[in-house]
Every structure is written in C-alpha cells, then in structure tokens.
C-alpha cells in the first residue's frame, strides 16, 4: 500500500485565491511527522511546512497551512493568496518513528503540480 | 549559515562508468540522506548516514554506495551505470536521524545533481 497518496496530479489556481493540495498518508506508527516540500524547476526542495503526530494545532507557516486530520490520515495543505511564484512541484513526506527509537526515511508521495495563472 | 552543496551539478557519464557523487549538509547536522528522483519511479530513498555509519538502506542495487566522513560529508557511489541510473539525486541533511520532532529531523535539500547516463 501507498504511504503517501497524492491524488492531484496537476492542480490550477488564480493569483490571489487559495488552493488545497491534498494529501493522504498511511501508518502504524503513533509517532510520526509530516511535512510539504515544494521543488520548482530547478529542482531544489523546499521546506515549506511541518506537522507532527502529537501537535495539537495545525501548523501554520506565512501563507502556508497545514490541515491536519489525524482520524482521517490527511494532511492538507492550504496555500493563501497564491502567487506566480507558487508555481511548482508539491510534496506531501512523511518520516515514521518510534519515539524511543529510531527515525526512518522521508516517504514521498507523487507530488502536485501546482499552476499559478495570472 | 551555508545550505547543502552538492556537486557537481551536472554530469553526463557513459554506460558501464562509475560516478561518484558529494554531498555537504549544514554546518552542524550530523545526517545525510540520499534520494534518487525519476519522472517514472518518484522520489526514493537510496540510503542515510549518521556518525560515519549508514543507518538506514533502501531498495537499490549493490552497485550504488556511499560514505560519510568525519567532518559530516558524504559521497555515494555508483559503478558500472545504467541508463536507468539517469535521474536527479538529492542529498538532504538533518540535524539528527532519530525521533520524530521538527527541529530532529527536518530535513534540508541541496539542489541536486543531475546525472544523464548514455
């Protein structure tokens, strides 16, 4: 099974609205953290946002925020007031751990290719 | 504080050569993961390294290895290249490789190296 589903391939949005990229994750872990990256053309990943298992709150970082819905598996991310630049590849990750013990590899999913229209 | 560097960035390299890849994290973090990137396959995990000592291994073939060395830098290796080898591959640092909590094992991206077997 997938760990990381990301079901929009490509995603289309206005300058200036917002847009949910979405993402599903599947684990038996209690413990784990979830995290987006963004990689343009360049091919640099991004750091954009993180969440972990135990945070309470959703996370949220500038104009990114994280929807995160634990009992569902999602991790939703919501971009505000997307920009031109926003266009780009998105990653939902996600890296298993045992609080007491070792942390695995950054799981990906397929990733979202996000298209900013002016 | 510097990125991670990764170079070269570009290599062109022909079947049956081998390559050898560098690596530089953040000053300070102590592991580097490497993650292979085609257009078919995604984003996989190839291994990490943590304290001179490879902590975690994916599903890659005997012919891609790796190492760190005492000052946190790292190398992988591929012999005697495929054309499928061509891909983008991304080194990532992170301040430790245990636990689940952001400022652990946030992970950082250099920008790749691309390399094109023929």
């Known amino acids: 099974a997938q760990k990381i589903t990301q079901t929009q391939p490509g995603m289309f949005v206005q300058e200036k609205e917002a847009v949910t990229l979405d993402c599903t994750y599947d684990?038996?872990?209690?413990?784990?953290?979830l995290f987006w990256y963004k990689q343009p053309s360049s091919g640099e990943m991004i750091f954009l946002i993180y969440q972990g298992s135990y945070d309470e709150q959703n996370a949220t970082e500038g104009r990114y925020s994280l929807n995160f819905q634990k009992a569902r598996k999602s991790a939703n991310l919501v971009i505000s007031a997307s920009q031109l630049g926003d266009s780009a590849m998105y990653f939902c990750?996600?890296?298993?751990?045992?609080?007491?013990?070792?942390?695995?590899?950054?799981?990906f999913g397929s990733g979202t290719q996000l298209t900013v229209l002016p | 504080k510097a990125g991670v560097t990764q170079t070269p960035r570009y290599l062109i390299k022909t079947r049956g050569q081998q390559v050898t890849l560098s690596c530089s994290p953040i000053s300070g973090h102590r592991s580097v993961s490497w993650y292979q990137q085609t257009p078919g396959q995604g984003l996989q995990f190839l291994f990490e390294y943590f304290s001179e000592t490879q902590r975690n291994k994916g599903n890659f073939p005997g012919r891609f290895s790796g190492r760190q060395f005492s000052n946190s830098r790292s190398e992988m290796n591929v012999s005697t290249l495929e054309l499928g080898d061509s891909a983008l591959y991304l080194c990532a640092s992170s301040l430790l490789w245990t636990g689940t909590s952001r400022g652990n094992t946030e992970a950082f991206f250099g920008q790749g190296t691309r390399l094109t077997v023929v």
């Open positions: 684990t038996s872990d209690q413990s784990y953290g």
């Open positions: 990750a996600m890296r298993e751990g045992v609080s007491s013990g070792s942390a695995r590899q950054l799981t």
